[in-house]
């Protein structure tokens, strides 16, 4: 992890240095606009991602006593009325792994959702958004089955301008397009490639010859890519336009 952290602040810093060119549109007077723009207009609006449940729920944890993950989301579910869907192998997976703390904790309401995650990436499983409306439906994935490998397909389309909406979910998987008039896409690709550390779950993207880049992976990585993303852009020389006569 501390290597990881390294590896992620040496590539901010020499991004913010300079490294990252201006975009070799700058003289152009009309930009393209945002090649995902057309899915935008279809994406439900902004809501509340998930519900807070009316009660808490006791995790059994230590040596013994511990449920399978598979029963954890079971009893999830029956407080949060989520519906979850797997695979035979994910099934399988989850039968036989467990949230793996070393001793009960008590989760309040609020922090069901985000702890509910953050065990499931523990045991390297992530979520799929399938069906918002009645009856909801998230899909469970195993990262190391074979289904695992269609994982970034699956990814739901989140327009950036919601992206806070998902920000503090860690299992989720997403994908968003941005446009960076002022850099340029292909070497932003190139260099933030660096950060994604699981290639089934994580891709950023350039779209050549858009001004924009795909990004990939977990809600939580993705808005901090976006992040870093928004003020480099900030940060670079707008581009010239273009002198008459």
Request: net charge negative; aromatic share 4%.
């Amino acid at each position: 992890m501390n290597r990881l952290r390294l590896r992620r602040s040496l590539v901010c810093c020499a991004l913010f240095s300079g490294a990252l060119a201006l975009s070799p549109h700058a003289q152009t007077v009309v930009s393209t606009p945002p090649v995902l723009d057309v899915l935008a207009v279809s994406a439900q609006e902004a809501a509340p991602l998930f519900a807070v449940p009316e009660t808490g729920m006791l995790i059994k944890g230590g040596p013994e006593g511990q449920l399978s993950l598979r029963a954890f989301l079971r009893e999830f579910g029956s407080i949060t009325g989520e519906t979850f869907l797997y695979d035979p192998e994910t099934a399988q997976l989850l039968d036989s792994a467990t949230p793996g703390l070393d001793r009960d904790i008590r989760v309040d309401a609020t922090d069901m959702y985000g702890v509910m995650q953050d065990l499931l990436v523990q045991n390297r499983f992530v979520l799929v958004d399938v069906r918002r409306q009645a009856p909801r439906l998230l899909r469970v994935v195993a990262v190391q089955s074979r289904v695992g490998q269609l994982l970034r397909g699956w990814a739901k389309f989140v327009p950036e301008d919601e992206l806070d909406a998902y920000a503090a979910n860690t299992a989720m998987l997403v994908t968003t397009s941005m446009h960076l008039p002022n850099l340029n896409e292909n070497d932003v690709s190139n260099r933030l490639r660096v950060l994604t550390v699981d290639n089934n779950l994580e891709r950023i993207t350039a779209v050549p010859g858009t001004q924009q880049v795909i990004l990939t992976g977990p809600a939580a990585q993705v808005g901090e890519w976006a992040r870093l993303l928004r003020e480099l852009n900030s940060r670079a020389t707008p581009p010239e336009e273009p002198k008459q006569g």
